[in-house]
Structure formats: C-alpha cells, structure tokens
C-alpha cells in the first residue's frame, strides 16, 4: 500500500491566519483565526495585520495539527500562499513555511491564493467535472477562470479596475455601515426591493468587468439625496443595499452566462470571499436551473480565506512534482498563468 500524503498548508493572504493539514486530498483539519483589530479603522491595516499574524501562527498552526491527530514527524510537504495579497502578511506564512520545511528537510510548494479559491470546490462532494467554469469574486479580484484540470486554468476575463467585493465593500462604507461591510449589504438587500433605485451596468467587451462607474454613480446618488433629506441613506437602507447588490449581480452573472453560452459548458461554479453572498449563490442556482448547469458552491468556510484550499491546491501540485525552493518569494500582485 502506498504512504499517504500530508500536506501541512499555510495561508496568510490578508488578515486571516490558517493552517490545514490535508491527508490524500481529504482535509483532516482547518484552523482560522480572525483579526477584530480591524473594524474600528474601517479596513485592514497592514501592518496590524502582519504582527497579528506573527502572533498567531504558531499556535494555529500547533492546533491544526492536534486537531488532525498528525505529528510534526508525518507532515511530507508543506504548502503555502505566496501571491497575491498583502506583502507583510504573506512574509509570515512565507517565512514559517520555509522554516518548517528547511528544519525537517521537506518539500516546499508555493500555491496562488486565486487559483486556490477555484480548487475550494474539490474539496467535498460534488466536486465539478472538467471542464469547469469558475467565477471567482473577493475583495480584490473578479474573474471568469476556465478550468481544464486542477492545475490547467484560463483567466478568460477580469475586471478593468476595481473588485465586485470592493464595491461592496467602498458601497457600505458611504452608507454608514461598519467594516466589514459587504455581509451588511447582503443583510439588508434580502428585505428590501431590488428594483426601487436604478444604477448603470457596465458594457464591457469580452469576459472583461468594470465596478469603478457603479461606486461613482452610488457616491453620487447619495450626495444627491441627501442634499435634501439628510438621513435619506438610513430610511432607504435596505431598498439601497438591495438595488445595489441586484446591480453587482447582473453584471456578475451576465459574463458567466455568456461564457457559458459560448464555450458550451454546463459544469458551473462560484468561489472567493462574494460567492457567500446569498443574492449571488441564488442567482447562479437559478440562472443554472433555466439553462439546465450543473452548478457548484462551496461550503461557507471554504469560500473565504482559508488554508484547505492551500491545502488541497499543494496536493495536486505534490502529485505534479511542482515544488517551490527557498528562494521563492512572496509577491503582492503576482499573475498564475
């Protein structure tokens, strides 16, 4: 019988320390620790983030592997988020990852945290059949990914300027709404009527998305509301929240249509931090029931930022053979194609 494969995998992208330990593709723990130091400024502070993650890493990663029943000494590889995300956070979990590995002579992989997000969906049943479509939507990118294999993807289009979770985000923040905003906006679109306030929809060409003209067309509505009725925003909120996500949603859902449409695929799916977005999760469960699309979700704690992910993309790579040296490094804003 073969010696089973356990990956130990470290993701600390933005303001979220996890580790996994993933046994032949089957994730045996996942351990997340949240930074609340955050909500009062409004938006993750690097530098807090990057000291919070010093702190916790050791002791994250110390309960993931008890909770797993693995030892230090039955890890055969460990991997790890080196792009993209913010340059001190990914330096901890890079540095740790490379000291672990080097202390027990280890392979080491490098994983891209957006190609990790597509591959959450193969982590539990139903897992998608190849070719698959993926839409990945987080704070900072919004994509249409072809994925032909677990490492054989396309970014087939992208946005232009700003993220579908951004706006979500810059949205909440004009309404008053404390940080993080975007499950705020989602809270309030489920009680109120979509169709109450009209924003425009960006005409892009090809698979590519545009969110800057939204976030000025609400900046200005808002301003402009408010010139004569000063609390406008508070007796609207939800109308607002759910015109606005209605918006977002068309223009999410339309490029994925027409994907879909044009490169006849049925195996359909959502991942990243905007895919728990419950407008979002029943549009594309609708949108797939009308056009007959097998469609695919992740579970709440695997679409946002999280290390079975890392975990289950390090797996694949480690049965690739693709290992990453001491020399890697991480990177802000590096491309995985």
Request: glycine fraction near 8%; charge should be negative; hydrophobic fraction near 40%.
């Amino acid at each position: 019988m073969n010696q089973s494969v356990n990956i130990l995998a470290i993701e600390s992208s933005c303001d979220e320390t996890s580790a996994a330990v993933v046994r032949d593709g089957v994730v045996l723990s996942n351990l997340i620790a949240t930074q609340k130091v955050h909500e009062q400024y409004g938006g993750v502070v690097p530098e807090m983030a990057s000291r919070a993650h010093m702190q916790n890493i050791v002791p994250v990663v110390d309960v993931a592997l008890k909770n797993a029943g693995i030892a230090k000494e039955e890890i055969n590889a460990v991997a790890f988020t080196q792009a993209p995300g913010l340059i001190g956070s990914l330096l901890v979990g890079t540095c740790f990852a490379k000291s672990f590995a080097q202390a027990r002579n280890l392979p080491l992989i490098a994983v891209h945290h957006m190609q990790a997000h597509v591959l959450a969906h193969f982590i539990e049943d139903p897992k998608p059949a190849f070719p698959f479509l993926c839409l990945t939507v987080s704070g900072g990118h919004t994509q249409v990914v072809l994925c032909r294999d677990y490492l054989d993807m396309e970014v087939l289009g992208e946005t232009i300027d700003d993220a579908a979770g951004e706006a979500f985000d810059k949205t909440a923040k004009m309404l008053g709404l404390p940080y993080p905003g975007g499950p705020l906006i989602d809270k309030y679109a489920q009680q109120g009527d979509p169709y109450r306030f009209s924003f425009p929809v960006s005409e892009m060409k090809d698979y590519k998305f545009s969110f800057s003209g939204i976030k000025t067309a609400i900046l200005y509505f808002l301003q402009k509301e408010r010139k004569t009725d000063p609390d406008f925003a508070e007796k609207n909120m939800k109308d607002i929240c759910a015109s606005v996500q209605y918006t977002i949603i068309r223009m999410l859902m339309k490029k994925l249509e027409k994907a879909a449409d044009e490169l006849k695929i049925s195996e359909v799916g959502i991942a990243g931090g905007v895919s728990a977005n419950s407008g979002l999760r029943k549009a594309l469960q609708e949108t797939g029931e009308r056009k007959g699309w097998n469609v695919y979700i992740p579970k709440f704690e695997y679409c946002t930022d999280n290390a079975a992910m890392i975990g289950i993309t390090g797996y694949h790579k480690f049965l690739k053979g693709e290992f990453a040296d001491l020399s890697a490094t991480p990177s802000a804003r590096a491309a995985w194609q």
